[in-house]
């Protein structure tokens, strides 16, 4: 059994789910991490941790916005609120 500490989140041992949402992040984390290394090898591993972290960030955010919310909340709703994902750009609101 994995420790508490070592899966970031306490219901990780309840829900399944969970902890393979985990995995599939870290391991984009560190998928990342390795292209930007071979790209820059010159950035020390804060530089390497942060810009990677920024990328999946990013990527979640779109993954929420593009996929779950339009599900749960309805178009109308994405719509009302100003949650529709650009098709272009960044998002300005």
Same mark, same amino acid.
């Given at each position: 059994m994995y420790q508490l500490s070592l899966l970031?989140? !306490?219901r990780a041992n309840e829900w399944s789910g969970l902890l393979s949402q985990h995995t599939v992040w870290? /391991?984009?984390?560190? /998928? %990342?991490?390795? +292209?930007l290394y071979e790209?820059?090898?010159?950035?020390? !591993?804060? #530089?390497?941790?942060?810009?990677? #972290? /920024? %990328? *999946? %960030? @990013?990527?979640w955010q779109v993954s *929420?916005? +593009?996929e779950y919310l339009?599900? %749960?909340? !309805? @178009?109308? $709703?994405?719509?009302r609120y100003g949650l529709r994902l $650009?098709?272009?750009g960044n998002w300005n609101g």
């Open positions: 970031g989140d !306490g870290v /391991r984009e984390h560190n /998928r %990342i991490e390795e +292209k790209l820059n090898p010159h950035w020390n !591993g804060e #530089r390497l941790y942060q810009e990677t #972290r /920024r %990328i *999946v %960030i @990013a990527q *929420v916005y +593009k339009p599900n %749960i909340l !309805g @178009a109308d $709703a994405m719509h $650009a098709n272009t």
